[in-house]
Nanobody, 123 residues
Framework: QVQLVESGGGSVQPGGSLRLSCAAS????????MGWFRQAIGKEREFVAT????????YYADSVKGRFTTSRDNAKNTGTLQMNNLEPEDSAVYYCATGGLFGSTRRESYDDWGQGTQVTVSS
């Protein structure tokens, strides 16, 4: 089992940037796919981005493509989500997850989840 802790959430104005981190304490992090999901108030949890085990391949939801970038540092057991040009529609609790197949947009494909970190974009 991989244990995950998100950090870096906060409040920003539209057009601002935020960098989320996902720290893993398990011993298999470097071998598994990592995904990012978000859930806004009153809405279902939705896919944001995924990155394969080595970090060589990524895939993004259309809503964030070109604005968000995900990466990972397996030597440090850390994943990141760099969010630029944020919009009010990006406001949500963001979760990192591991264990799914690369490219999966389904939350059911992931085994382990962090507790989430709040991102608020408003003026």
């Amino acid at each position: 089992q991989v244990q995950l802790v998100e950090s870096g959430g906060g409040s920003v104005q539209p057009g601002g940037s935020l960098r989320l981190s996902c720290a893993a304490s398990g011993d298999t992090f470097s071998r598994v796919t990592m995904g990012w999901f978000r859930q806004a108030i009153g809405k279902e949890r939705e896919f944001v981005a995924t990155i394969n085990w080595s970090g060589a391949e990524t895939y993004y939801a259309d809503s964030v493509k070109g604005r968000f970038t995900t990466s990972r540092d397996n030597a440090k057991n850390t994943g990141t989500l760099q969010m630029n040009n944020l919009e009010p529609e990006d406001s949500a609790v963001y979760y990192c997850a591991t264990g799914g197949l690369f490219g999966s947009t389904r939350r059911e494909s992931y085994d382990d989840w962090g507790q989430g970190t709040q991102v608020t974009v408003s003026s």
